[in-house]
């Protein structure tokens, strides 16, 4: 079957780094994704890893660990605008489907920043 | 360039009615996939067109349909609705399906009363 697990919740302080974990079982997985989203508004692309290892992009890095099923995004120096849900994805490759691809989202980590 | 655009942005519906959503992806962008997000059940994938087939499909139930144009537009449609379609429907644009970069649409809030 096909799983995505990550914290519900999580609460860090302004200048702090935080880690959110996303674990994962698919039967295809061809790359992992982490969305940014504010309320009220649509997700915003942060970060795609195929290959183990880390991916930096500024503030945000992503890792992944095709072994064990696991990624993490790790948010340095933050800031109170961080405060928004995080979505891990997973894009399974269906080769049942002429071998095209779905997005499959966990439920999201809401992420509470405060001074 | 224009980004994701979806119409309409609000939309208030009675059990048993049908209704049509609209997306316009960004222009280049030939695949366009649907996803229905809610508080319970998190972003859940619909389905995905390219050159207006449907190349893949989640697990909603036949009364989700969707159709995409030449001009890669897309709309879904949901017949006979129940309250649990309430949901924020969005669509999102990519190149094609093996494009690793999806830019989602504002989204179309729908409830059903």
């Known amino acids: 079957g096909q799983n995505i697990d990550q914290p519900t919740e999580m609460t860090a302080t302004e200048g702090a780094i935080v880690q959110i974990n996303c674990t994962y079982q698919?039967?295809?997985?061809?790359?992992l994704f982490w969305y940014q989203q504010h309320a009220g508004e649509a997700p915003t692309f942060l970060s795609y890893?195929?290959?183990?290892g880390l991916e930096e992009k500024g503030r945000f890095s992503s890792f992944l660990s095709r072994s064990k099923g696991y990624s993490y995004l790790l948010l340095k120096e933050l800031q109170m605008k961080d405060s928004a849900s995080y979505l891990c994805?997973?894009?399974?490759?269906?080769?049942?489907?002429?071998?095209?691809?779905?997005?499959?989202f966990g439920a999201g980590t809401r992420l509470a920043v405060h001074p | 360039k224009a980004g994701v655009t979806q119409t309409p942005r609000y939309l208030i519906k009675t059990r048993g009615q049908q209704v049509t959503l609209s997306c316009s992806p960004i222009s280049g962008h030939r695949s366009v996939s649907w996803y229905q997000q809610t508080p319970g059940q998190g972003l859940q994938f619909l389905f995905e067109y390219f050159s207006e087939t449907q190349r893949n499909k989640g697990n909603f139930p036949g009364r989700f349909s969707g159709r995409q144009f030449s001009n890669s537009r897309s709309e879904m449609n949901v017949s006979t609705l129940e309250l649990g379609d309430s949901a924020l429907y969005l669509c999102a644009s990519s190149l094609d399906p093996s494009s690793y970069e999806q830019y989602f649409g504002p989204g179309t809030r729908l409830t059903v009363t």
């Open positions: 890893n195929v290959l183990d």
């Open positions: 994805a997973v894009r399974d490759l269906n080769m049942f489907s002429g071998g095209y691809n779905k997005l499959i």
């Open positions: 698919t039967s295809g997985f061809n790359g």
